[in-house]
């Protein structure tokens, strides 16, 4: 049975499979088999990871991303899982010996800078200015303003707590989950929770597709800096502290800038025979 080669990244806890699809090894068709990719995504049966990530050829561009959730499903964007694949594409040497290239997603295009941050691991990429849809009453969710609606590539809810403590303690799930699957978001929405110290926000993220809440999410990083620039203070800068780690977002104009730590943890050989005998699923890693 055939295998195909893979690179597991992480992304400040963000974990991702990584797969370089140039030569479109991966067709359409196992692109959308959402089973398949769900369980390589599985904690348990599979390698583990919160989302795939394709990295594929694009006429005029250093390259295309095509994102899965760990539910299987294709979504617009994943603002760690860019760096990530940003990180990745420059070891395939696609940036052609610049600091700075371009990719779509989802028919978007985006920028990347290859040094940015206090490492030169950090890949930077800017997001368009986010769509942000603050006529949305949140109120019923039992949480007092400020809060917001927006869309990073994806849609977020964001909500600020008062205290960096309330935040600990909250149970996210709990929390999260009535307005993940409230009605007012007929595509779903990712939820963010975050409290405020020594101008750093601390953030929290519930996911939808990873129906859980991830160690960081990097369009929620976006989204939650440009949430405070608009109800705290108008910073150029915003340092995010989340439970995988730091994240920075700089505004160059009203254009946020998402940078942070990303690096490749192990290669390894995902088979196929899943597809042809539902009980196997097989891996073989090289660290």
């Not at 929770?193 to 993220?205: G, M, P, S, W, Y």
């Not at 800038?257 to 196997?280: C, D, H, I, M, Q």
């Amino acid at each position: 049975m055939p295998a195909i080669p893979f690179v597991k990244y992480e992304s400040t806890g963000n974990d991702f499979i990584v797969i370089d699809n140039r030569k479109g090894v991966i067709s359409e068709d196992l692109q959308n088999n959402r089973a398949f990719w769900a369980r390589a995504c599985h904690r348990r049966f599979g390698i583990g990871a919160d989302g795939v990530l394709f990295l594929c050829k694009k006429a005029k561009f250093n390259f295309e991303m095509i994102y899965l959730n760990a539910d299987g499903a294709r979504v617009e964007m994943c603002g760690n899982g860019s760096r990530a694949l940003a990180h990745f594409a420059a070891t395939l040497r696609l940036n052609r010996g610049k600091n700075t290239m371009r990719f779509l997603s989802s028919g978007v295009e985006y920028q990347v800078k290859l040094v940015q941050g206090p490492q030169k691991n950090w890949p930077s990429i800017a997001f368009p200015p986010p769509n942000s849809v603050d006529q949305i009453d949140l109120m019923s969710f039992g949480y007092p303003r400020p809060y917001l609606f927006l869309n990073t590539g994806v849609p977020h809810t964001v909500f600020a707590l008062e205290t960096l403590e309330e935040l600990q303690q909250l149970e996210l799930g709990k929390a999260a989950l009535p307005v993940r699957h409230s009605p007012l978001f007929p595509r779903g929405t990712n939820v963010n929770f975050l409290a405020i110290e020594n101008d750093k926000i601390h953030l929290r993220t519930f996911e939808r597709g990873v129906e859980n809440e991830t160690y960081s999410c990097g369009t929620g990083a976006v989204a939650a800096a440009c949430f405070y620039r608009m109800h705290f203070k108008k910073v150029q800068r915003a340092q995010l502290i989340t439970k995988g780690g730091p994240l920075l977002v700089s505004f160059i104009g009203e254009i946020p800038w998402l940078s942070g730590p990303t690096r490749a943890v192990f290669k390894g050989l995902l088979s196929l025979y899943v597809l042809y005998n539902k009980e196997s699923f097989g891996i073989d890693c090289i660290v």
